[in-house]
C-alpha cells in the first residue's frame, strides 16, 4: 500500500485516513502546545510551530505514524501577565486531551503517544497518558518529560561552547535558533534580548509560579536569545529530534535508533 499523501490527519479526506490506519498507520501523535508569549522578539505561535517540526519529524522517522491536531492553548497561567497569552484551567486541559485521545481511539489507532512542546504541559500530560492508559485499556504514553528538554538545552549549550543558561528554556538562543531556522517570518532578532540566567533553581520556579514570569524576566526570556543563528537551529533541531525519537521508542517499549536525517 502506498503511504498517505500526508502524515496529518487534517491534511487528508476522511477515505484517506481510513485507508491509511488499515494498511498500518496505527500509532498516532497528539502534542499540547500553548499560545503564551515568547519574548518580544518571537510570535506567541512559537510552541505550536515547534510541536508541529518536531510531530512531523517523529512521525517520518518513527514510519506507520499519522499526526492529530496540535492541541492549544495549554497551561499558561504564569505567562498571562504578559499581554497575548492564553491558558487552560488543568481540568480542561485534561478534558481536552482525554476527549482527542477518545476520537484516536475510536478511529482504531492502537498505539497514542503524548507530547508537550510547552514546559507547563509535561508533567500533567505524563500523569494523563498514565491513568488514560489504565482507564481505557490502551496503550497511551508520555513521549518525553521536560528533564529531557532540559537536558537537551544544556547539550545544545555544550556543542556550542555558549554561555550556562543563554539555552535555558523559553525564547531562548535554543528556541529562537530553531525559529530562525525554520521559521524566520516569526523572529524578530532586533528586538533580542538577554533575559533570565540563573538556571532553574528551587527559588526559580517558586517565584515563577508565586510571580508569574513577569516577576522573574519580565522581558519573557529565561536564557539569552541575542546569540541565537539559524545554523544553531539546525543543529538544536537535529539534536532534539534524536533524542525524542529515543524517548518515544523508550515509552513503547521498543528498541531506540539513534540514526537517521530531520
Not at 547539550?155 to 543563554?166: N, S, Y
Not at 524578530?188 to 528551587?202: K, L, S
Request: hydrophobic fraction near 40%; glycine fraction near 12%.
Amino acid at each position: 500500500m502506498e503511504p498517505p499523501k500526508s502524515l496529518w490527519i487534517e491534511e487528508l479526506s476522511w477515505p484517506e485516513v481510513g485507508r491509511a490506519i488499515a494498511g498500518g498507520y496505527r500509532r498516532l501523535l497528539l502534542c499540547a502546545a500553548s499560545t503564551e508569549q515568547h519574548g518580544p522578539h518571537l510570535a506567541e505561535n512559537t510552541d505550536e510551530l515547534f510541536g508541529r517540526l518536531l510531530c512531523g519529524a517523529l512521525a517520518r522517522r518513527l514510519g506507520g505514524t499519522l499526526i492529530g491536531p496540535v492541541l492549544r492553548p495549554g497551561l499558561s497561567a504564569h505567562h498571562m501577565r504578559h499581554p497575548g497569552s492564553f491558558t487552560l484551567r488543568e481540568e480542561t486541559f485534561r478534558l481536552l486531551i482525554e476527549d482527542c485521545v477518545d476520537s484516536g481511539l475510536a478511529h482504531g489507532f492502537a498505539e497514542i503517544v503524548l507530547l508537550a512542546s510547552h514546559g507547563t504541559n509535561f508533567a500533567p500530560l505524563e500523569r494523563l497518558a498514565e491513568e488514560l492508559a489504565a482507564k481505557k485499556g490502551a496503550k497511551i504514553v508520555c513521549g518525553m518529560k521536560l528533564s529531557d528538554f532540559m537536558d537537551l538545552y544544556s547539550e545544545g549549550e555544550r556543542m556550542f561552547g555558549l554561555e550556562k543558561g543563554a539555552c535555558g528554556g523559553h525564547a531562548c538562543c535554543f528556541e529562537t535558533s530553531v525559529m530562525l531556522r525554520y521559521f524566520p517570518q516569526y523572529v524578530q532578532m532586533d528586538r533580542a534580548e538577554r533575559g533570565y540566567m540563573e538556571g532553574n533553581t528551587p527559588e526559580f520556579a517558586k517565584n515563577l509560579f508565586a510571580n508569574g514570569m513577569m516577576g522573574v524576566s519580565p522581558c519573557g526570556i529565561i536564557g539569552d536569545a541575542r546569540c541565537a543563528s539559524a545554523e544553531m537551529g539546525e543543529a538544536f533541531f537535529e539534536l532534539f529530534c534524536r533524542r525524542a525519537v529515543d524517548c518515544v521508542r523508550a515509552a513503547l517499549g521498543e528498541e531506540e535508533e539513534n540514526a537517521g536525517g530531520v
